[in-house]
Nanobody, 121 residues
Framework: QLQLVESGGGLVQPGGSLRLSCAASGFTLNYSAIGWFRQAPGKEREGVSC???????NYADSVKGRFTISRDNAKNTVYLQMNSLKPEDTAIYYC???????????????WGQGTQVTVSS
């Protein structure tokens, strides 16, 4: 079964850090672009970051300079390092894939179940 599984969410104080993981099973993610998305209560899902098969990366303006996406092909996992977290980063975070290169559209598939990130004092 081809799937992506997110983990690493939790409760953190403003200014804190978390590292999210997106682990692939049933396929090798080397040839995929992997995107991170988030959805806050009452809001639409939005793109956060993406890494292509060639390791090109992009970020939403709201997270630039604070979040870093990376991949470890040996572990078949993509990470999202989140630093200087703000209350407005609170959301369910999802990962998904598409062939090779990132896209500004939401044309990704294989969505995981998500991991909750809550930033609160």
């Amino acid at each position: 079964q081809l799937q992506l599984v997110e983990s690493g969410g939790g409760l953190v104080q403003p200014g804190g850090s978390l590292r999210l993981s997106c682990a692939a099973s049933g396929f090798t993610l080397n040839y995929s672009a992997i995107g991170w998305f988030r959805q806050a209560p009452g809001k639409e899902r939005e793109g956060v970051s993406c890494i292509s098969r060639t390791n090109s990366t992009n970020y939403a303006d709201s997270v630039k300079g604070r979040f870093t996406i990376s991949r470890d092909n040996a572990k078949n996992t993509v990470y999202l390092q989140m630093n200087s977290l703000k209350p407005e980063d609170t959301a369910i975070y999802y990962c998904a894939r598409r062939p090779a290169y990132c896209s500004a559209s939401m044309e990704y598939y294989g969505w995981g179940q998500g991991t909750q990130v809550t930033v609160s004092s």
